[in-house]
């Protein structure tokens, strides 16, 4: 334990694996920390979530392998047995001329994917191989380490970069339905940082993971060695000659020397008293996307299967999965997965039905599966207003303009103003667990740096 920083609190607001983490490595820096949450139970978007006998996911389903925060914290954590490899992940994508298959992480077999031009093919191979020459250069923690790649990629859509590199029907066949059905972004609402930053980590790999004992695993593990209060909104964190003040819904004040504001970034702005010029032109420009998700459990068995959805079909389901029941690992029910397409995602929100969303697809499955009505046997509509950041082309300058301002306070007191408070979550660095993980370690690192350069002129 470092004793320069025992007698400093830091109190942590928001208690997603991005705040969890921040707030473990403070701990371990010998820090003293209280964390707060809204909800009653920590993890946000990384957790488990149940309603009757229907089980499923608060956000993330997989775990990237190439997550070096996350893997960080897993071996810290001694998590390792926890980790259950899935191989080969495919779905099948529906396409106006059949069915053809995608890899989730690329591969030679990518190669086959019906209705690519000889060029295209020949195009995939030459990229594949620059997308390897880069695994050194990007980390997929971070978005904006593409940058390093291509400077030209925070200005560019994705679209318009697949387009560029690859080719059209690579777009419509490949990328396109793959966006859409795991991730809800259209191509062209997007840079190309997060494909160029994780794609080289993909490439050639077969295998993602999930957690034994649901996504939100990690998070109690976290959740168990803090101090924390959960069901308790933070109203306002206002800044003071000391330190900061949170006011809490239950209307305490509650004082520390600084705070770590790890809410999602578009409400962080509500939430940070009087921001500085910097963190209004960072807050100002932070946007999700939504998800809307119905999950119906089915009385009759359904083998397992995973279904895109090509863009322009009719339809709104973009994910379609069949997940069959299975007891011993929680799931008493065979289940349906419809994930909404993000333009049935906006459609229930100009029309209010966020939260009964079976109406947009119910008459989709009678459709497709016989008697779809009798076999029902419990329904659950999931809305996530908040799903991704939108890392929409110039936000990537954006978000390092930002940590560049965050990390210089450390040393530069004519900000005091704005110095008790550092800001962390996936909106600043990467739209994945291993990216929020990093952003919570980097918040921490600059308070230590900042606790330990704040110590001698205490002293003083
Ligand atoms: C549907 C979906 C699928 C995804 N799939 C994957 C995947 O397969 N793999 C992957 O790596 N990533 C995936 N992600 C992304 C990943 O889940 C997120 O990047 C990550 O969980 C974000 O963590 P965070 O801590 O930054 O934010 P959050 O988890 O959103 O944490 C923010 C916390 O702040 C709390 N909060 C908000 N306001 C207040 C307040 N006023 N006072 C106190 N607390 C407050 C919230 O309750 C929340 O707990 C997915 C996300 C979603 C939604």
Known sequence: MNHSLSGRHVAVVGAGIAGLTA??????????????????????????????????NSGARLV??????????????????ALVPLHRLTAQCKSPQGEHTIELMPSPRSLATPGLGAGERVRLVAHAIAMLRAKKQVDPDWATSALA????????????????????????????PVFRATRSFNP????????????????????????????????????????????????????????????LQNGELFRADYAVCAVEGSLAKAIVDEPTQAERRMLDAVRYNSLGVVHYGFAKPLP????????????RIATYQQLPAAPANGRPLTQIYCQLTPEAASEAVQRGVEHELDVLIRDELR?????????????????IA???????????ARVNQFWRWQEQRADDYSEARAAPVVYCGDWLSQALLTGACASGERAARILVERMRAAVPRVAA
């Open 304 to 315: 397992p299967m995973m279904q895109f959805a090509m863009r322009g079909l009719p339809g």
């Open 149 to 176: 790649v291509d400077a030209r990629l925070d200005d560019m859509t994705l679209a318009a970069y697949i387009r560029e590199t690859l080719g059209p029907n690579v777009l419509t066949r490949m990328i396109e």
């Open 23 to 56: 707030a473990y490595r403070l701990k371990q820096a010998g820090v003293r920390v209280t964390v707060f949450d809204a909800a009653g139970v920590v993890g946000g978007r990384m957790g488990d979530r149940r309603t009757g006998d229907l089980v499923y």
């Open 367 to 383: 459709a497709r599966i016989p008697g779809f009505d009798r076999h029902v046997v419990a329904v659950a509509n999931q809305w």
């Open 188 to 247: 062209e609402d997007l840079s190309a940082l997060f494909y160029v930053s994780t794609v080289p980590h993909m490439v050639g790999q077969s295998t993602v993971n999930t957690l034994k004992g649901g996504m939100g695993r990690v998070c109690h593990a976290l959740a168990a060695q803090l101090d924390l209060r959960t069901g308790l909104p933070v109203r306002k964190i206002r800044r003071h000659a000391d330190g900061v003040e949170l006011a």
């Open 386 to 396: 908040r799903k991704l950041p939108v890392f929409s082309p110039g936000y990537g």
């Open 64 to 81: 990237y392998p190439f997550g070096q925060a996350f893997n960080r914290l897993v071996d810290d954590l001694a998590m390792h047995d």
